[in-house]
C-alpha cells in the first residue's frame, strides 16, 4: 500500500495518513512538480480506492467505474467548498514494480483549510446545537 515519505506518480510526495474508511485511504501529499509555479510544494489530498474490500470482481470494476465517474463530476464543479481537481488528477500507481497487474485507483485533489467535523467536535467538545446544523445544511445545499 502507501507510505508515509513514499513519491507517488513521480510528482508527489506522501506527508501523512488523514483517514481510511472501507472504500478508501486519504492522504496529505506535496507536489512535488506543479502544473504551474503556484502549485509548487502545495499540499494537496491523495486519495486511494481500497479494491481489497471487494472479494466480487463485478463489484470491483462497478466501484473503480463509481470512483472515475466521481473525478469527473469533481472536475466540473467550481466552488470554494469543493475541493478542485487538476485534468491529469486520476492516475493508477503501481506499488510494487515487481507485479505490474497491481495497482492502485488514485485521485489527487485540492487540500482545503479547516477543520473536520471529528475535529471540530474534539476541539469544542460538545455536539453542534439545532441552530448550528440547520446552518451548516444551508451552506451545503448552496454548494449541491
Known sequence: MIQIGQEIHN???VIKKLGSGNFSQTFEVEDLLGINSSNLGKMKVLK???LSYYS???MREKVVE??????EVLKQLNHPGIPRVEP???FR???NKNNQDDFLHCLVMEKIDGLTLEEWLGQNNQLIT????????KQLIVIL
Open 130 to 137: 439545532e441552530a448550528q446544523a440547520i446552518d451548516w445544511l
Open 66 to 71: 463509481l470512483f472515475q465517474r466521481e473525478v
Open 93 to 95: 500507481f503501481v506499488p
Open 56 to 58: 466480487n470482481s463485478k
Open 48 to 50: 486511494v480506492l481500497k
Open 11 to 13: 510528482r508527489y510526495k
Open 88 to 90: 491529469d488528477s486520476y
